[in-house]
Every structure is written in structure tokens, then in C-alpha cells.
């Protein structure tokens, strides 16, 4: 079974500043996928970044880029130059291939991270 | 615009009720899956769907039930068998064909039950 470990329960960062939040995963699969969401207060849930098991280099998108480690199994997401917009709450999430061609996510516990002027 | 709608945003319901959570997505997506969030805690996938007339349980499905009558469209039930059904759902549809196959949410509904 698939699992996925967040263990910082909550963050502050500075605005203006980087912050890095951690995941790591447990798969015996080859190819899988890890996602990163975003879910404000609002509790929609906003999807940030993507990174496949086999792209050699790390995602990148806007201030959001994934440090991707395959041989640790962690993909920690890097927050660039944070705004008081990105307080909220971040999940970790991994792609399972199941029958017919199919998806499904797993997804880690969360890091609230609070952003301060 | 596309996008998927989950309605009603908040919902109330008795010990003993059933009710219906709608969803519904404009994107053309052939998967769809309904998502339980506990207060500071991740989500569990509670049933999935990839094709039409066709779905599967996730990993917490006692107490729920699905159907998939129309593409768009993917109802959940939550019956009175669900021990403690207070909490926010989430629904999610995908394209389903390879990768990344990301899946997008609708904005949630909060059920509480009194």
C-alpha cells in the first residue's frame, strides 16, 4: 500500500522569504506520480505542481518548484518569495494506477502554513 | 466557464436521514471520485468512477453509496449506516489518460449532522 508522510504540522514563513515543505512517500511501484495541492480556508483544493517518477529534472511552475529525490522518496515543495496569499493549507498527494487504465491519489496529513508581513 | 460544481455548500442533516451530495463537471472528464476531509487531516477517497455505469469502492466506502448514470454527473449518498458522517466532501474528476492525469475539486460540501 502506498503512503505518504507529511511531518511538519504547521509552518510559519516571513513574507518575501522561501519556505520548504516536506514529503516523503512509500511506493514498490515504478512509475507513480506526486502532486502538491493548495487548500485556503475556503476548502477548495487547488492544484500547484506535478512531478512524474521518471522526469530527470525537478518540476518548476512560477514560485513553485518540486525538489524531487527519488533514491530518499521525497518531494519537498519550495515556496519562492511567499505572499500572505499563500497561507493556507498544503497537501502532498501520490498517483496509483489502478485497473483499466485508471488513477487514483493518496494523499499525506498537510502542512498549515502561515505566512507573516 | 469549466469546471466542476458540488452543491449544496452546506448541509444539515439528522441522525437517521439519508441525503445527497450532487456533483457535477462541464470538462469532459471520464473519472470522477468523492473525497471525505476529517478536520486537519488528509483526504480519503471514498469512491471512484471511470467510466460511465461503472465505479469502485475507495478506501472508506461503508456507509456510502454512488452512482454513475451520466458522464457529468457523479451523486453521493451518505446513509444512515455512516457512524459519523460530519465532515467536508470533495469531488474530483480527471481525463484518465495518461499521465499526470491530474484530478481538479470542486469547491467541497460541509455536512453536519445534528
Known amino acids: 500500500a502506498q503512503k505518504i508522510t507529511q511531518t511538519q504540522p504547521g509552518m510559519f514563513v516571513q513574507e518575501k522569504e522561501a519556505v520548504t515543505l516536506d514529503c516523503t512517500y512509500d511506493?514498490?511501484?515504478?512509475?507513480?506520480?506526486l502532486f502538491w495541492y493548495k487548500q485556503p480556508s475556503s476548502g477548495e483544493m487547488i492544484f500547484l505542481i506535478y512531478?512524474?517518477?521518471?522526469?530527470?529534472q525537478n518540476a518548476t511552475e512560477g514560485r513553485y518548484s518540486l525538489n524531487f529525490q527519488k533514491a530518499r522518496k521525497s518531494a519537498n515543495l519550495v515556496i519562492s518569495a511567499s505572499q500572505l496569499g499563500d497561507s493556507a493549507m498544503y497537501f502532498c498527494a501520490m498517483r496509483e494506477a489502478v485497473g483499466a487504465a485508471g488513477n487514483k491519489l493518496t494523499f499525506g496529513g498537510g502542512t498549515r502554513v502561515l505566512v507573516k508581513p | 466557464d469549466g469546471g466542476i460544481t458540488q452543491s449544496p455548500k452546506y448541509l444539515f442533516r439528522k441522525e437517521g436521514q439519508n441525503v445527497t451530495l450532487s456533483c457535477e463537471q462541464n470538462l469532459n472528464h471520464d473519472a470522477m471520485y468523492w473525497y471525505r476531509q476529517d478536520p486537519g487531516q488528509g483526504l480519503r477517497l471514498i469512491y471512484y468512477?471511470?467510466?460511465?455505469?461503472?465505479?469502485q469502492k475507495g478506501d472508506i466506502a461503508e456507509g456510502y453509496s454512488v452512482s454513475r448514470e451520466k458522464k457529468e454527473s457523479f451523486p453521493l449518498t451518505v446513509t444512515s449506516a455512516q457512524k459519523n458522517p460530519t465532515a467536508f466532501y470533495l469531488c474530483a474528476s480527471s481525463i484518465m489518460q495518461g499521465a499526470p492525469d491530474t484530478q481538479y475539486f470542486g469547491p467541497g460540501t460541509r455536512l453536519t449532522v445534528l
Open positions: 468512477s471511470h467510466i460511465v455505469n461503472d465505479f
Open positions: 512531478q512524474g517518477s521518471y522526469d530527470e
Open positions: 511506493t514498490s511501484d515504478q512509475s507513480y506520480g
